[in-house]
């Protein structure tokens, strides 16, 4: 069937300002070099290869430790160098350099600064990368007997490999982070300097030599080849190969004609599409600016045409986008990170984010339809009904019922990316071009076996598209393993995320609900810097140890930084997601980015549950994930989220059965926080609140024959 957004018209390329949206996706990630055909194709093999290797991997045994790690950061590394130049579009110095190649000849331009493939810089640090790298991994097993005993060799190695860490932060993700990698990198040097200076001496500490800052930064365990890339080569970038052959299958659609079918005719339907396309496609891909592109350019033209304002339209998709990072099986390189330092099984943080991710959407949900009820805006028709859609595309929901059936059966999730990608290659044999072939082999000379041939050489053509795009989607947060090695292997070489946590316990008093509000306010003023994940790891390794003091459970700690990391995506003023929603709507990005922080501010309210109300994350009495777990207090704080969650959209949104008045809000503000309490009582009291101003406004409204108090535009 023929997905339902064609017989829609749900919007053209045109309707779109595609430079604007270009702009807000290069903040995210800049543009890449336009190869030349020899590049291109040195690229392709390299980016196949790789991901060949990992996936071979993933499905058999992984190979050593140094090979299994090494390999991505060495390929990482030479792919970003090939693809990414010394200078992006945006540089002040860029207009200099070119009129500085311009006075070459044109044979030393062609070496010094050529226009399509590497420079003369890129292939010194290539070949440094090799060097830096391949001695890793040949003197792996010396290295590990001679830690905190470094040669001179190891020293120097260490500082290449720090400068071309930097440098392939610098090119992909901007001053901010590289600033920060070299910010630690000095702080682990002349942290004594601080003993001298008021306020901050409490971050002092005595400093290490620079044999011991460039060796323990580069070798050692929580360094360059430490935690960010055990979790990217053992689970995180198969997934982002998943996405790419899911992609690539055609299954995607699936995640938009079902919620099309779904809730399309509802009041405010389109909208209502985008956060359940967005929760269903989020779930596979993670990332807010994936989801907003992929599924904003269908349901932002649709919501719009339905009558929700620009801004509006290009807000609910970013704040639904976001979902994807807590909704499972895949959530994000976040969870994988969260399965690391915890020492918690993936499929065990899979499990007891169910709940709170179906209440993050529901919110959404719940704050559109008010949205819609407000200005009266009707669904649209559509051709088929959920049923025919099942029955009709239900096959495309295979890849996915694979990777969550695996994972609830035990499987890792390696092994479990492994046959989900596997899975999704019979797919591709029933793509439309391919299904005509097999269907029709007279039109091919009547041949069954060179229809076959002819489809089988389309799906090795998509096959190798999606390796190709699964490692270019990889280099963004592959770009951050080295910097991430450096702050990482600072926190735990100072110490200093134990007095972290002293600070915010002093800061708040022993009051666990102010230290939340602090880590927040810490967590978005890192996120305006750096990748949602580095920011997630950062904040998670100097302020958990705070929320443990306070008494909140490891798991609940985690999952209040995870939370908060995702904030920056729609919080200005710096929201990328909000600002990628307003380019496709032809919104203003500043009135989109705060309407988007307006339909996601649940994201704000789940962290103070996850302290409060444990049980929610099926956390039991000995403070860990489903061990001791009292049933009945994980049902009464279900009920009482979900209660809470539906009285908190109408409190946000200021609109029951009509608009608020300011007495009615008040009430039924205060009924939302007794819904929000685990307590039967208290739930009881608070359904009886906000009950009551439902029936009053009802009773309001018929007493005005009809007509209900004006909506104002937000």
Known sequence: MASELENLDAGTPDEIDQEKLREYLEQEEPPTRTLSRFWGMAVAAASVGMAGF???????LPAPVQWQRGIYVLLTYLLILTLYPLLGRKSRLRPAARGLAGRMPPALRAIIAPESGPSLLDFVLMAASVVVVGYYILNFKALQFRAGAYTPTDFWIGVVGLIVSLEVARRVLGWPMT?????????LRFGFILYDLPLIETFAHRGQPWQRVATILFFDQEGVFGVMANVLVSYVILFIFFGAFLSKSGASRFFIDLPLALAGRSTGGPAKVAVISSALFGSISGSAIANTVSTGTFTIPLMKRAGFRPHVAGAIEPSASIGGAFMPPV????AFLMAELTNIPYATIVLISVFPAILYFTSVLTMVHFEAKKFGLEGIETEHTALQIIRSEWYLSLPLLVVVGMLIAGFSPGYSAFWSIVSCIPLMYIMPDNAADLRNPAALGGSALAAFGRSTVRVLRSMVE????????????GATVGVIG?????????????????????????????????????SLLLGMGVPVTAAYLITAVITVPALTDL?????????????????SNITPPV??????????????????????FKFAKLLYVMPILFAFSPAILLIGETGRPLVDVVWSEVALAYFSGFLGTVAFSAVSMFYLVRKTTWWEWLLAAFGTILCFWPNLPTDLAGIAIVAGVWFWQRYDVKRRGGQSLPAQPA
């Open 54 to 60: 990992y996936i071979y991997t993933a499905g058999t």
């Open 466 to 477: 999606a390796l190709q795009q699964g490692v270019r989607d990889t280099l963004v947060i």
């Open 331 to 334: 959530m994000g390189a976040g």
């Open 575 to 596: 929201c990328v997601a909000a600002y990628a929603g307003a380019a496709i709507a032809g919104a203003d990005p500043w009135k989109t980015g705060w309407t988007a």
């Open 486 to 522: 450096m702050i990482v292997g600072t926190i735990y070489a100072t110490g200093i995320g134990q007095r972290f946590a002293k600070i915010i316990v002093d800061l708040s008093g022993g009051n666990t609900l102010a230290a939340i509000m602090l880590i927040g306010l810490a």
């Open 551 to 567: 008494g909140v459970a490891v798991i609940a700690a985690h999952m209040i930084v995870y939370w908060f990391s995702q904030d």
């Open 179 to 187: 600033i920060i990698g070299a910010f630690f990198i000095l702080y």
